[in-house]
């Protein structure tokens, strides 16, 4: 059974940093996909970042330059190292994996259950 288990979420200031973790266990797959999604309140999921086992890396335009993904393979965990924050970088960000890096939510397979992250102007 894979599990994805998140972290790092918190309040901070326009400006501020963050990074969220994203423990995985349980998945074997030599291959794979790991995003990170976010969700507004009163909006739908939309995706901030990926990552494939083939070291490809994507990121959504509202993010380009502030945020960064990367992946410990000895830890098993995913980061998101958020730096620049603004205040609309407020939401749940969680993390999901699948082989394909897919572009909605639902595409995922495996999701987290989410870390709160909150900026304030």
């Known amino acids: 059974q894979v599990q994805l288990v998140e972290s790092g979420g918190g309040s901070v200031q326009a400006g501020g940093s963050l990074r969220l973790s994203c423990a995985a266990y349980?998945?074997?797959?030599?291959?794979?996909?790991m995003a990170w999604f976010r969700q507004a309140p009163g909006k739908e999921h939309v995706r901030v970042a990926t990552f494939h086992s083939d070291g490809r890396t994507n990121y959504a335009d509202s993010v380009k330059g502030r945020f960064t993904i990367s992946q410990d393979n000895a830890k098993n965990t995913l980061y998101l190292q958020m730096n620049t924050l603004k205040p609309e970088d407020t939401a749940m960000y969680y993390c999901?994996?699948?082989?394909?890096?897919?572009?909605?939510?639902?595409?995922?397979?495996?999701r987290g259950q989410g870390t709160q992250v909150t900026v304030s102007s």
């Open positions: 999901a994996q699948d082989l394909f890096c897919g572009g909605t939510w639902f595409e995922y397979k495996y």
């Open positions: 349980g998945y074997t797959y030599i291959n794979y996909c």
